[in-house]
């Protein structure tokens, strides 16, 4: 019996596409489709997807210059691209992460049959040692700590108390958590409840985990509620924010951005350098001072949301550097100085 199935779209051209209307063919249209199947079937979240959309629209754009699209780009045209942006200054990171882009993108296009090749397949990315993690040693963030605390306890005026009391808040959590600063800033207000010694946390992908938090954390998190109960009592009368950490944007809570910064003032004000501090170096801290005292990588794993364990293995030379502290030290037949 003859096959009904359609012929395959040449690479080279941008014809329609079985069962896809013809305006889908464009590179925003494809682009489009890419990043549906991205949410869908692997549940990606709005920063990835906005990730994605960025780096294909700036590929684009670079075919657009020469005549070509996303259909008809062959192997030769995507080293250009590679090419143009090592030439813009472009780091090696971000290379990669483009090419990944692409693989991804051409990857899509071959099973969906809108192309019958992949002239990604066969580029290689840019040679690159994976740089360890910036970690704040555990007396920097006791400092940070430290100076947080007594921001709380000065004569400020209410409003500048309660944000300390925020900060101080923000920083407790996430030591005490390792939480990207997306999952932090976005926590409900039920994770403050008093008995609460696990909260649950829906990180990328839209995957829950469960955190443990230490007594600290949630005392910080009791006194920032009740501070805020006093110093804003209208609150009350209007519907309560679902968020911990509320604010007037968009969003309905407080930004990356805004902690961030708050993060880096923070930083002068206890003597450290701000560009060295920010919520992923306290999240770095968070594994590596963990792993430093003993604990199991995959437990940090868990703790951190990671899929897989060779992203948690850039915290392996805490590792190694303490299994060779006890060699030295607990070997019988180690060298004794």
């Not at 899509?108 to 740089?131: C, M, T, V, W, Y």
């Not at 990207?180 to 829950?208: F, T």
């Not at 009592?233 to 209007?238: I, R, S």
């Not at 407080?254 to 880096?264: C, E, G, I, P």
């Amino acid at each position: 019996m003859r096959s009904t199935i359609p012929a395959k779209t040449p690479a080279n051209t941008a014809a329609k596409v079985p069962g896809k209307p013809a305006g889908k063919t464009s590179d925003a249209g494809l682009t489009a489709l890419f990043l549906d199947m991205l949410a869908a079937e692997q549940g990606a979240g709005v920063n990835t997807l906005d990730a994605y959309r960025r780096d294909l629209t700036d590929f684009s754009d670079y075919l657009a210059r020469s005549g070509a699209n996303f259909t008809g780009a062959d192997t030769e045209a995507l080293r250009g691209y590679l090419s143009d942006l090592d030439t813009r200054g472009f780091k090696s990171t971000t290379v990669a992460r483009r090419l990944s882009a692409m693989r991804h993108l051409y990857r899509f296009l071959l099973n969906e049959r809108i192309r019958d090749d992949d002239p990604a397949a066969i580029l290689s990315g840019p040679k690159r040692g994976r740089g360890l993690p910036k970690v704040l040693s555990i007396s920097d963030v006791d400092r940070m700590l430290t100076r947080a605390r007594e921001l709380t306890e000065t004569d400020a005026s209410p409003s500048q108390r309660l944000r300390a009391l925020r900060l101080y808040c923000l920083l407790e959590v996430l030591y005490a958590t390792g939480l990207r600063v997306s999952e932090l800033v976005s926590l409900p207000v039920s994770a403050a409840r008093r008995d609460a010694r696990m909260i649950v946390v829906r990180g990328k992908g839209n995957k829950e985990r469960l955190v443990p938090l230490n007594d600290a954390s949630r005392q910080a998190m009791a006194d920032y509620l009740a501070a805020m109960d006093v110093i804003q009592p209208d609150k009350k009368k209007a519907a309560p924010s679902k968020w911990l950490f509320p604010s007037f944007g968009e969003s309905g809570h407080l930004t990356r951005q805004h902690f961030a910064r708050d993060l880096k003032e923070l930083a002068s004000a206890s003597g450290l350098a701000p560009r060295l501090v920010s919520p992923h170096v306290l999240r770095h801290a968070f594994a590596s001072h963990l792993l430093h005292n003993g604990a199991d990588l995959r437990i940090v794993q868990t703790l951190l949301g990671h899929t897989d364990i060779s992203t948690t293995q850039i915290y392996t030379h805490v590792v190694e550097e303490r299994l060779k502290s006890l060699v030295r030290d607990l070997h019988p037949l180690a060298e004794k100085a």
